[in-house]
């Protein structure tokens, strides 16, 4: 076996003792170099920084309170390299267990809890603000304060005001509020209210598209209008296409909603006169009568819609055509109102039924119509045998008979509205004599308002009583001349068309 002289474990001794300096020296210039960090980092004012990076830099043992175990270099070179040379032997190895002190603490210097933080006084913008409007409005405002116990001291029930640092001002209630003794409800439609039927159109219902450009030329004569120009006859071709547009067959729902000729942009800027181009008063009157008639829903252009015509035959040479109401026609107005109505000056119809249709007069033959507690509301000026006497704006018109020199019906109507100075709708029939100017041509003419003035009794033994009955002012001209004139052309045609249809004479 062989043996291991002096020598050679004294050099293995020394070789240990060697690795050993070595490892002191390294632990005591790390702790120095860590120290000395420690110590610049806090004259700079920032201990957190310090505490944060030690604490981060030091393995978990260390920030756990264990023995730390440092590592040293493994090899003399290394040792060489990181500029560390022993000088002695520690003699006392015990010394080098002892536990360090913990990094932590020696980290943050006694002096660092001292040090003022600049940043403690500082408020976000938000804050500050709220503050600033608190300190302003010094006086208290009600339901701004909260009541807190007082804490310091033994009477804990005293209550105290607090301010909430984080609430708003409040705004201060208003003291008066003024009383209104009347409210009216304004109603800001610059059209007229649309109909049902306008609201349930289905627009993807499919429409022709010459109709639709047919139907939406109104809009080109409209710009022409508002462009300027020759304006008369600019206006005679607005003229006639409102007459042609009395009697469109092709009309429907879709059609009229898609081309918008009741919308704002369509017939109201023409009896509305928006932009100020100055229409004639009979264009204004006819755009507005078809927008109404369009807007209730009336697309028919027939001009004995909602009547029934019957023809009745006896002997080979006897024929009679009558003509009734149907009952079924929902877009029947009543005649039993005071006033226009919606009527406008110049309205025409073919014959009395059709006025009666349209609430202009509520009698089928008859001249005079009312009703007990109004009087009358409309007269018929026409033939008949009585000593009327027309002078267009005022109108001498004769009641009826009565019995036993006592008024007729009709005549009382007259009396009691002449009373209570109602007006009462006048109506011209084309059975007038023709040597009267204010005749229309064919059918019957709405020319406006009258007033009963005064009333004379010409034979007592008949109770037949004259009126004097005298045009409102603020209306436009009668039509019964001119291009103003009433009936139009086509409803003459249209009129004529359907004379012919069912055999009678002209």
Known sequence: MPTVSDGQVKKENKSEDEEEDFGAAIARAKLEARQQDQARRSKSRQPSDAVQTTALDLKPSLRHGVKPKLEVATSAQERMNEGFQSTANIKDEEALREPHPSPLKSAVPKSASAIPNKYAGLKISKKRKVDDQSMSNSAAIPGDNLFVSDQSGEDEAKQRPVKRPFAPAKKPSKVHKPSYDKIETVDTRTTSKMSEWYHKVDLKMPVSRNDLITLKHLFTLI????????????????????HQMEFYDFLSGALVKKAKVLEDEGLPVIFRDVDDVGYPWDLKADAQALYLRWLSGVLDPHLLRGIITEQKRGAATTKRTTHKLDKSYSARVSCNYTGAGDLQNGQWWPMQICAMRDGAHGEIEAGIHGQPGKGAVSVLVSSGGYDDKDSGDSILYCGTSGHEGKPSAGTNYLIEACTRKNPVRVLRSAALPSSNPYRPSKGLRYDGLYDIVSHEVLNHAT?????????????????????????TDEEIAAYTKIRGLLNIGS
Do not use: C, T, W
């Not at 004259?466 to 004139?485: K, T």
């Open 463 to 487: 109770a037949m009583y004259r009126f004097s009955l005298q045009r409102q002012n603020d209306q436009d001209p009668i039509r019964y001349r001119g291009v103003e004139a009433r009936p």
């Open 223 to 242: 710009k022409k209008a508002s462009r300027g120009g020759d304006v008369n006859q600019i206006f005679g071709e607005l003229r006639r296409r409102l």
